[in-house]
């Protein structure tokens, strides 16, 4: 199976990824040998089957609301790109 | 022989009768960092300073007395995925090749201590996506008992150190076998633990509901100690199990003595080389002299296990990736024409192929028109996975094959066949779909290159994995076996 130059650009639009026309391509046919494999599962008849989402079964595992002393600004921006006034900064988000 | 070579305890004991110092197991380590690791190449980065200070702090106390922790003094490597604050972390990838973590992983911390030496952050596929190393951004590591193969992956550099004897421990991630593929071809120990056994906070996730960090040692008795320093709940980490962490180590009985062992058809069958299957064979065999009794059985689901991994563990890592954004960390382009386009450039640019071809296929699993038919079916698949083994545990205390299909390949040799590269997993990949715990220990070598034994357990049972493994390392002499440097 193989998915279309289309699809391949959609889902890489999805994934914010910028892909060259050669990237485009290759994925485009790896991606659509390794769909074609997954296939496989259809044979299988999973009506009424749970999915699995998690092999551990634990639900709303919750704690106090309890303040905890916050991460210094500094630290949190150790890694930053680009800072100012103790932000993140980054291209404008609105015209 | 190395000073590796020994015994933990015996380690310990030298310490206590000074006949040993930290400083000297620590200066052990960098010495044969210096003589090996350019042929090996385990290692991203090196905290040379740092751990000859930790050891120098850890020699007062030890002439000053007082209790130890429980590694103490021994040198650990840690997979560049588990973060160490302000040492960095990298995950293998160009994105976080500056990234200097602000805090400790919480296994980091239990190893703080438990008083081990931190020596270094260690090579891995990038974003622990691969199976062979070499889709590490940064270079390849090399197989210690042949340079021309790989020491698999993606805690490749993990194995190698371990078996190359650059580190006395180390640790890895495990999430379709990446602690346990690469302890076999380096023919080293490799534990991947229980679901939730082990915290993850700090561990850079994959794949959020297969993730597990582990341990790859030299001897299961070393397995079983750093899974005891680092077992356990954690606040952290909403998805760690709140169970009592049981003595791993008094586990260690070397008796057998009417274990069941069941060994699936499916994992002997057609697509394990042969001398791998007699490897596994012969081990068996072994472990029937020690008084365990073994039968074929079938865990049905088994071909599918692979491309339900595939869907489920690409999915998931799609939406993990999606932090990587160049807003707050990691690479950011230059020049973005707005917000969007800086995440597209900053992404591109920072990610190898491997890491956007599995968030390509995760996207398209979870996209809208898709998600039932590839998600949600894999997730289903994954049921009847671990139904297949909850049936085969009711009859048998632990499940018994080869760790991989073959032994190590050769360097470049699967670089442009990414369904090839899968299918190496293959054996690997349904535990943790199941979520269970397996260990891979050394059962022989096939031309020079390692084989590993799996033996996989019941979830939480890690005392028989060990157990196991331990009785039948100590009546056999692969585990005494060291590669040619």
Known sequence: MSIGMKEVEHVANLARLALSEEEKRLYAEQLGAILAYVGQLNELDTDGIEPTSHALALVNVLREDEERAPWPIDKVLLNAPDAEEGQFKVPAVLE | ?485
């Open chain 2, 1 to 485: 022989m190395s000073l590796f070579d020994l015994r933990l305890q015996e380690i310990h004991n030298r310490f206590a009768r000074k006949e040993l110092s930290v400083s000297e197991l620590v200066a052990c380590s960098f010495d044969r960092i210096r003589q090996v690791e350019e042929k090996v190449r385990a290692f991203l980065t090196l905290d040379e300073e740092q751990a000859r200070a930790r050891a120098a702090e850890l020699d007062k106390q030890l002439s000053d007395g007082g209790p130890r922790g429980l590694l103490f003094g021994l040198p650990g490597g840690i997979k560049d995925n588990i973060v160490t604050e302000g040492l960095r972390t990298t995950c293998a990838s160009k994105f976080l090749a500056n990234y200097e973590p602000i805090y400790n992983a919480t296994v980091v911390e239990r190893l703080n201590s438990a008083q081990s030496v931190t020596i270094g952050k260690l090579n891995m596929d990038e974003f622990a996506m691969g199976g062979s190393n070499e889709n590490s951004a940064f270079h390849p590591t090399y197989n210690p008992w042949n340079t021309e193969y790989v020491p698999g992956g993606s805690s490749g550099g993990s194995a190698a150190a371990v078996a190359a004897g650059e580190v006395y421990f180390a640790l890895g991630s495990d999430t379709g076998g990446s602690i346990r593929q690469p302890a076999a071809y380096c023919g080293v120990v490799g534990l991947k633990p229980t679901y939730g056994l082990v915290s993850r906070f700090g561990l850079v996730a994959f794949a959020s509901s297969l993730d597990q960090i582990g341990p790859l040692t030299k001897s299961v008795e070393d397995a079983a100690y750093v899974l005891q320093a680092i077992a356990g709940h954690d606040p952290l980490d909403s998805t760690s199990a709140r169970v009592d962490i049981p003595d791993y180590i008094s586990a260690l009985s070397g008796d057998v003595k009417g274990l069941r062992i069941g060994v699936p058809k499916e994992y002997v069958g057609e697509g394990v080389a042969p001398q791998v299957r007699e490897a596994v064979f012969a081990a068996l065999r072994e472990l029937e002299r020690l008084g365990a009794e073994w039968e074929e059985i079938s865990l049905p689901h088994t071909r599918y296990a692979v491309a339900t991994y595939y869907l489920v563990a690409s999915s998931e890592a799609s939406s993990n990736l999606a932090r990587f954004d160049g807003v707050r960390y990691g690479v950011r382009a230059d020049n973005p024409d707005n917000l969007i386009d800086l995440y597209r450039k900053s992404r591109s640019e920072g990610f190898g192929s491997e890491v956007k071809r599995r968030i390509m296929l995760g996207t398209y699993a979870l996209s809208s028109g898709y998600y039932d038919a590839y998600y949600l079916k894999a997730q289903k698949v994954r049921t009847l996975i671990k139904r297949d083994f909850d049936k085969a545990f009711e009859k048998f205390d632990v499940i018994v094959g080869p760790t991989t299909p073959t032994t190590a390949f050769k360097i470049g040799e699967q670089v442009n066949d990414p369904l090839t590269m899968y299918l190496n997993d293959i054996l690997t990949i349904p535990v943790n779909l199941a979520g269970i715990p397996a260990i891979s220990v050394p059962c022989g070598l096939v031309d020079g290159l390692p084989v590993g034994l799996q033996i996989i357990g019941k979830a939480f049972d890690e005392t028989t994995v060990l157990r196991v493994a331990h009785a039948f390392e100590q009546h056999t002499e692969h585990h005494k076996l060291r590669p040619q440097l």
